[in-house]
């Protein structure tokens, strides 16, 4: 994924299904800095992980 569509993403009010290593995720905040945005698990909300956006599939 681009960041400009992991921004999209996350100031959508639209859940966008989209996944990081096969399993659904939420994204929270992009780092455009960084190039990575803060997800967690849609099975596990207490685990907020960062990773590269360019690693975020969108479906």
Do not use: F, Q
Request: hydrophobic share 35%; charged share 25%.
């Amino acid at each position: 994924m681009d960041e400009k569509r992991a921004k999209e993403i996350v100031n959508s009010p639209v859940m966008a299904h989209v996944t990081y290593g096969g399993a659904a995720v939420y994204m929270e905040s992009v780092n455009e800095a960084k190039h990575t945005c803060t997800i967690h698990y849609l099975n596990d909300e207490s685990r907020k992980i960062e990773v590269p956006v360019k690693a975020l599939v969108e479906h």
